[in-house]
């Protein structure tokens, strides 16, 4: 059988591979001219995997110590800056140092930490602490992940948030609150991108179903005047829904439905309906009723929205194909799928010109559309 033209044969790439794995072929190969450039380069991107875990427990420290905060008004020292957080002078300068190193921080001559630009960054992405803080739980799950993938009767996160995806009974109002500013907090980001990627033109009436406290909503509501809104999801996530609405003098023109989309039918009159960051949360069975609802509730020609982070299928991605699916993962309640998976369900349910375009920032959010046939 002949190879495929441009490919090398599958042979040549194991045999080659087989050989670059050989200890000794490293040795040499970090020393002959024509290739230790490479070899230099694959050794540090090896190592920053393997430090990946210490660089993110770096970053948690200098959150939970407020660090970032505590430089807003300038340079201080590690002597400062330890007596403040309650940390020896000595380790501070350790934690200093590797944020230095990150380049969160700066160092100055006289041997003070300031901020640089990426910690100033981190302090203005809406929700990054907060994602940040909360990530006690998945950290936990993750310290062996070998437990994790043979499915351990329990986990961390999933505990964290005891009641997020349609368990039954009596939900505490604090873990609702603690939930919902989690993610109202880092949906501006999820809108901002949305926005960029989806023509609101043509549409008279979005639904948001799973919509939290409405932060979507509201951001598509600031953006296009002419829309009429409506909020669907569990009456305890949906209690801040209405301030929000009013503070943002949409009140007018914004409805809220209180309910669960594993219960009760949703409400018809939408010709839009968004599913942000809802499908990852679940099994298959549950997405494809729910897509099996939307289809359902839309009108002839209406049209489906979906925006959350998504895996690259057979171009595997940094953001869905690691974090996200191990998140989910630990979630137990669903997991990452590509687009063409989420299109594939999409067209089960009925739905047609399904279309995901190329993502501005993957690791924020993708965005999927399909139309309900006339």
């Known amino acids: 059988m002949s190879d495929t ?85 000595e380790k501070m300068q350790v934690l200093l140092q590797a944020a230095a190193a990150l380049k969160l921080l700066k160092r100055d001559r006289a041997g003070r930490f300031g901020l640089a630009r990426k910690g100033a960054a981190l302090m203005g992405v809406p929700g990054l602490e907060a994602m940040i803080r909360h990530h006690h739980a998945f950290y936990a799950d993750m310290a062996d992940p070998v437990a994790l993938l043979r499915d351990p009767g329990h986990t961390a996160l999933s505990e964290f948030w005891p009641y997020v995806f349609g368990a039954k009974g009596d939900i505490d109002p604090e873990v609702a609150e603690t939930y919902s500013d989690l993610m109202s907090q880092s949906q501006q980001l999820v809108a901002e991108d949305t926005l960029r990627a989806v023509s609101f033109a043509d549409v008279r009436h979005l639904m948001d179903v799973g919509g939290g406290t409405g932060a979507f909503l509201a951001a598509v509501g600031r953006a296009e005047p002419h829309l009429r809104l409506t909020l669907f999801d569990l009456p305890e996530v949906t209690q801040s829904a209405a301030a929000r609405f009013e503070t943002e003098g949409l009140q007018a023109r914004a409805q809220i439905h209180a309910g669960s989309f594993r219960d009760s039918p949703l409400p018809h009159g939408a010709d839009m309906i968004s599913l942000i960051r809802v499908l990852y949360d679940h099994a298959d069975e549950t997405v494809a009723d729910l897509l099996g609802a939307v289809f359902e509730a839309l009108p002839a020609g209406g049209r489906l929205l979906v925006s959350e982070p998504m895996g690259g299928g057979s171009t595997p991605d940094m953001a869905g194909d690691v974090y996200f699916a191990f998140y989910t993962m630990a979630m137990k309640t669903g997991r990452t799928r590509s687009a063409d998976e989420i299109a594939a369900l999409c067209a089960e349910a009925g739905f047609e010109a399904i279309n995901s375009p190329k993502p501005a920032r993957n690791f924020v959010t993708r965005v999927l559309t399909a139309s309900k046939p006339r």
């Open 5 to 89: 033209a441009g490919n090398p044969p599958r042979w040549r790439g194991s045999w080659l591979n087989r050989f670059i794995a050989r200890p000794g072929f490293q040795s040499w190969a970090s020393k002959f001219p024509l290739t230790r450039g490479q070899a230099r380069r694959d050794g540090a991107v090896l190592f920053n995997v393997v430090q990946g875990f210490v660089q993110s427990q770096v970053l948690m420290a200098l959150v939970e110590l407020d660090i970032l905060h505590r430089l807003r008004a300038g340079p201080q020292t590690a002597q400062a800056l330890g007596l403040a957080a309650q940390v020896p002078p």
